[in-house]
């Protein structure tokens, strides 16, 4: 069974930074895309940044400049690196793996539980 571990969420002020990490177990033998998105209450959940399997990522406009995904493959690892946080950053950020081959075969995605990410101004 696959499961994502995030950490790294907390309270911080604006202008300050945070360094998200998700870490994927079970029997995992390849991940197509890693990413993280985020959710407020009563708003659907959004991308803020994927990345795949060459480096190559992908950002949502409101995090461009800011934050920086990366991923250690070796490690089933992914990273999000937020600098200059705002107040509207205020989310649960979820962890998010797809198109995995297991060694009980392909799965289509997986859901890291979120961590809180919380801006104060």
Known sequence: QVQLVES???VVQAGGSLRLSCAASGRIYTIGAMGWYRQVPGKQRELVADIISDGT???ADSVKGRFTISR???KKM???QMNSLKPEDTAVYYCNIDRLTTQTGPVLEV???GTQVTVSS
């Open 72 to 74: 250690d493959n070796a």
């Open 78 to 80: 992914v990273y999000l």
């Open 57 to 59: 990522a992908n950002y």
């Open 8 to 10: 790294g969420g907390g």
């Open 111 to 113: 859901w890291g539980q």
